[in-house]
T-cell receptor, first 113, second 108 residues
Framework: ETGVTQTPRHLVMGMTNKKSLKCEQH?????MYWYKQSAKKPLELMFV???????ENNSVPSRFSPECPNSSHLFLHLHTLQPEDSALYLC????????????FGQGTRLTVV | GEDVEQSLFLSVREGDSSVINCTYT??????LYWYKQEPGAGLQLLTY?????DMKQDQRLTVLLNKKDKHLSLRIADTQTGDSAIYFC????????FGTGTRLQVFP
């Protein structure tokens, strides 16, 4: 248990569906992240939020839309995804964005059919 | 540039030492990390090393850093079956950049 909780753990969605991934942390951290983990590829940083403000969008397609309503919650809204978007989506949080340990959630395994 | 490279697989016998290697490209990294991912789980921090150190030991884990060659290694002594997992190295340059991960398989 790292203190970072992701829901759902598994999600299967059609290409025309709209769904959201949720991440929650009560560690008092100020930075939150979305990563994508695909087989045999490096973990890809998608978005960074620091004090609720988006500080990095790593050229992510607009079909992925993040939302950070407060420092404890982070969402990833999904719409019109493609099968190649199937992956493990990991949320992480850290006290700050620079040189601090990141704590990861268990991830949401997403399958797009 | 931002690039962290690791070999994909390592297989060792139980009781032997494992050495997982990593190379990174950004010399401005101040911290380098090793994370472990067990099946069905997220990443868990194992250990880290500050860039002005060349070695750090923590129980069965030894981290070696060659800053000149931008090479990082993780040595696990007396490897156990419970050490089977994917190991990621990461550099911190205002954000964490991860490698592909090395899948460690420990056989009896």
């Amino acid at each position: 248990e790292t203190g970072v909780t992701q829901t759902p753990r598994h999600l299967v969605m059609g290409m025309t569906n709209k769904k959201s991934l949720k991440c929650e942390q009560h560690l008092g951290h100020n930075a939150m992240y979305w990563y994508k983990q695909s087989a045999k590829k490096p973990l890809e940083l998608m978005f960074v939020y620091n004090f609720k403000e988006q500080t990095e969008n790593n050229s992510v397609p607009s079909r992925f839309s993040p939302e950070c309503p407060n420092s404890s919650h982070l969402f990833l809204h999904l719409h019109t995804l493609q099968p190649e978007d199937s992956a493990l989506y990991l949320c992480a949080s850290s006290q700050a964005t620079l040189n601090t340990e990141a704590f990861f959630g268990q991830g949401t395994r997403l399958t797009v059919v | 540039g931002e690039d962290v490279e690791q070999s994909l697989f390592l297989s060792v016998r139980e009781g032997d030492s494992s050495v997982i290697n990593c190379t990174y490209t950004d010399s401005s990294s101040t911290y380098l990390y090793w994370y472990k991912q067990e099946p069905g789980a997220g990443l868990q921090l194992l250990t880290y090393i500050f860039s002005n150190m060349d070695m750090k030991q923590d129980q069965r884990l030894t981290v070696l850093l060659n800053k000149k060659d931008k090479h990082l290694s993780l040595r696990i002594a007396d490897t156990q079956t419970g050490d089977s997992a994917i190991y990621f190295c990461a550099e911190s340059i205002g954000k964490l950049i991860f490698g592909t991960g090395t899948r460690l398989q420990v056989f009896p």
